[in-house]
């Protein structure tokens, strides 16, 4: 559980667009509005294995940049990003956690080889983590790797930590189908694109080849058509045109699929509210909240819901404050046996429309 101090969201036109806020603010426009370090707080990691993917990317970056090859810097690296993302605790909360550490090792590991040995013949180089910023269009990123094939833009590799299949379809099928760049979700194939297009700005060739890769090893290839790549730059122009232009009403695309996990819909009064079957989001006025003798407590809403976190031990301070605040909780859990009861799963966030519990 986690609970956070929010103020009302803030407005602001991006003065800077990366590919994968990009992919995020086409499927729901307003939030290119809602991107901003002021609404910094509504961003929550929520579980262990997201933790786990922040630090699997991050060693991928460093390793990549930093040449590393050698098991030892390997497992320094691991640590200190460890240590930065979650103070360094995940081995005891994340189960496969020593499969994910080893997945990123072989995959340094391999890429490395196969770059040693293409290095040899001097036909490719390799450039990671390249910042590349376009003033004219105002698109920024880096992608993972870029591969150039005598002198010129030649692969782009994106490590991703999550799946890269669309969620509906099972990894199996669509390996054994064998045109897998085809189920790519599509924010990651878009993210491609945007980094295409950068290729394409920053040194005048667009490049061959555009690849995913998975924590799993799992890479998929496909070619990088000048027709993707434009389309997608078109959509981006309309973008930012529908920033300046229109209003809040018609940028916003609520749907249960978008809202479900957008960091914003406690702020965004276009939400649409995820029914709490098992797990979704309850709001209100708090009538009362007490704390148990066991540290644990109740929540009892103005609607009459109540919210029962059943763990003992003092969960935050000043919870009894609570009384006349509006408060929003995501991933609660219905109590099927009794009307209008939840309850605190370890994934609920408490979003508190105050900045300070006082
Ligand atoms: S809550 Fe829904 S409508 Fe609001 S920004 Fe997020 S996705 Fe868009």
């Known amino acids: ?30 939030r290119g509005l809602y991107t901003n370090n002021a609404n910094e707080d509504y961003i929550v990691s929520l ?21 590393i090859t050698e098991e030892k810097e390997f497992s320094a690296l691991w640590s200190s990003v460890e240590q930065e993302v979650n103070g360094g605790t995940l081995k005891y909360q994340v189960k496969n956690y020593a499969r994910y550490r080893y997945q990123v090792m072989t995959m340094l590991g391999k890429d490395r080889k196969t770059i040693k040995a293409k290095k040899k013949n001097r036909t490719y180089n390799f450039v990671p983590e390249k910042i590349i910023k376009n003033l004219d269009t105002l698109l920024k990123g880096r992608p993972d790797l870029l591969v150039f094939k005598h002198g010129k833009p030649y692969e782009i590799k994106d490590y ?48 061959e080849k555009l690849t995913i890769i998975s924590t799993n090893g799992i890479s998929v290839t496909d070619d990088c058509r000048l027709e993707d790549v434009d389309y997608a730059m078109k959509r981006f122009q309309q973008l930012k045109k529908d920033l300046a232009q229109l209003n809040n009403q018609s940028l916003a695309r609520p ?80 109590e099927v046996s009794k009307e209008n009861l939840y309850l605190i799963s370890d994934f609920t966030v408490i979003y508190i429309y105050d900045k300070h519990l006082n």
């Open 1 to 30: 559980m986690k609970v956070i101090s929010i103020a009302p969201l803030v407005e602001a036109i991006p003065k800077w667009y990366s590919p994968s806020m990009l992919s995020s603010i086409l499927k729901c426009p307003i």
């Open 47 to 67: 579980s262990k294995s997201g933790e786990i993917g922040t630090v699997m990317h991050l060693v991928l970056e460093k390793g990549f940049a930093n040449n």
């Open 160 to 207: 991703k930590s999550g799946q890269i299949f669309s969620d509906d379809i099972p990894e199996n099928d669509v390996l054994e189908n064998g045109e897998s760049y085809l189920f790519i979700k599509e924010e990651y194939k878009d993210q491609l694109f945007y980094y295409a297009a950068l290729v394409r700005e920053e040194y005048s060739y667009l490049p």
């Open 255 to 334: 749907s249960k699929d978008n809202c479900r996990y957008c960091n914003y819909r406690p702020g965004c009064s276009f939400r649409i509210k995820t029914e709490p079957e098992p797990f979704g989001d309850v709001f209100g006025t708090v009538f009362s909240a007490v704390v148990h003798s066991y540290g644990n407590f109740t929540i009892k809403l103005e609607s009459g819901e109540q919210i029962f976190n059943k763990k003992t031990g003092i969960a935050f301070p000043g919870i009894e404050k609570l009384k006349g605040k509006n408060i929003y909780l995501t991933n609660i859990r219905k």
